[in-house]
């Protein structure tokens, strides 16, 4: 192993080198959009309803993120946390949330008055 002058360089270089993106802030018709599958989720999901969550994760060491799509079974919208929480125990952040699917979409129409409202 070669010696190395400074101790953890090569480390710093490549974290300043990895990219993150900008959290990007919904425009008004795609924030109504995802309200109101949420609301549609929070009426008709029954703990086995399969979703498709693309949200933003913040990074840890530096400004901005990286968004992430995962699928899952919506267990329950918690809306104290304001949280989807899946079966498998993930927790999405409903404020990050960039896009929503699920099959339940396809198949209902709305028809609630209490609509869930992003901040």
């Known amino acids: 192993m070669p010696f190395a ?4 360089y090569g480390a710093v270089i490549k974290e300043t080198e990895r990219l993150t993106e900008e959290k990007v802030e919904l425009e008004e018709d795609s924030k109504t959009e995802v309200e109101e599958k949420l609301q549609l989720l929070k009426l008709y999901a ?3 309803t399969p979703i498709t969550a693309t949200y933003f994760v913040p990074d840890e060491k530096k400004s901005g993120g990286a968004y992430v799509t995962v699928p899952g079974k919506l267990k329950r919208i918690d809306e104290f946390a304001f949280t989807l929480d ?5 927790k999405i952040p409903i404020r990050n949330l960039l896009q929503l699917d699920s099959p339940i979409f396809d198949a209902i129409e709305p028809e609630a008055d209490d609509a869930f409202r992003l901040p």
């Open 86 to 90: 899946l079966t498998d125990g993930k």
């Open 5 to 8: 002058a400074l101790t953890g």
């Open 46 to 48: 029954d703990g086995t």
